[in-house]
């Protein structure tokens, strides 16, 4: 299913040129037009759906082995040395367009710091075992 007012739909399906990097039927592969490095690529399904939870199962498997494709493709074509998989659910987790779409990002030896990057806080046993007894009795 498609989402008439969704511009991701609208790329995906080639109704608005992109710079598609890969396409198959399921999915189409573009270049980020707001990169956080050389390269930053979409993984964008042609159907939409809003986000991690609603992606079927197909498309679920999908995914993640086309991603491992790209990512040997920009270490080889682009001479990274690594690359980032990111994929943000939600607003508060920094989501801004709600249609399922996956980041490559092309890492860099000595290239920009802070993506996909955190400061660790600290849990002591006690609280980890509460948190993870918070999801773990709702799955
Ligand atoms: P997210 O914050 O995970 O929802 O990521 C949305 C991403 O889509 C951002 O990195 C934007 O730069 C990118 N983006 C938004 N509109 C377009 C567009 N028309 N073409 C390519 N990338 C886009
Ligand atoms: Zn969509």
Request: charged fraction near 25%; aromatic fraction near 6%; hydrophobic fraction near 40%.
């Amino acid at each position: 299913m498609r989402d008439e007012n969704c511009i991701f739909c609208k790329i995906a399906n080639g109704e608005i040129l992109s710079a598609t990097v890969y396409e198959d039927e399921m999915f189409r592969v573009i270049l980020d037009l707001g990169p956080a490095t050389d390269g930053h690529a979409l993984i964008l399904p042609k159907e939409h759906f809003a986000d991690v939870c609603r992606l079927d199962e197909a498309y679920g498997a999908g995914v993640l082995p086309l991603a491992a494709k790209i990512g040997q493709a920009m270490k080889r074509g682009l001479g990274c040395d690594g690359f980032n998989l990111v994929q943000n659910n939600g607003e508060a987790a920094g989501q801004t367009v709600h249609h399922f779409h996956m980041h490559i990002i092309p890492r860099y030896a000595g290239g920009p710091k802070g993506i996909a990057a955190w400061e660790p806080r600290t849990a002591d046993s006690e609280k980890l075992a509460e948190l993870a007894e918070k999801i773990r009795t709702n799955i």
